[in-house]
Nanobody
Framework: QVQLVESGGGLVQAGGSLRLSCAAS????????MAWYRQAPGKQRELVAR???????TYADSVKGRFIISGDNAKNTVYLQMNSLKPDDTAVYYC?????????WGLGTQVTVSS
């Protein structure tokens, strides 16, 4: 059984930074895609950033230039460095990993940005 455990969420003032981490444990050996999604109250879950095993990254337009996703394939760990945070970034952030066609999700970590 695979578990994804996120950490690093919290409360921060606008303009501040946070770094999210997500580590996979259990029977997961090769992760092809790592990503972060977020869901704000009353809104659909949306992709924030993704990174492939080869290092190709994709970002939502709303976070380009402010967020950086990185991954450690050896440790099956993904990070999200969030800078210049805005109140609109307030959401529950979910870690996602894809391995051999199977999707795995974390339980989410709350990020709250105060104005």
């Amino acid at each position: 059984q695979v578990q994804l455990v996120e950490s690093g969420g919290g409360l921060v003032q606008a303009g501040g930074s946070l770094r999210l981490s997500c580590a996979a444990s259990g029977s997961i050996f090769v992760v092809n895609i790592m990503a972060w999604y977020r869901q704000a109250p009353g809104k659909q879950r949306e992709l924030v950033a993704r990174i492939t095993r080869g290092g190709t990254t994709t970002y939502a337009d709303s976070v380009k230039g402010r967020f950086i996703i990185s991954g450690d394939n050896a440790k099956n760990t993904v990070y999200l460095q969030m800078n210049s945070l805005k109140p609109d970034d307030t959401a529950v952030y979910y870690c996602y990993m894809s391995s051999y066609g199977y999707d795995h999700w974390g339980l989410g970590t709350q990020v709250t940005v105060s104005s």
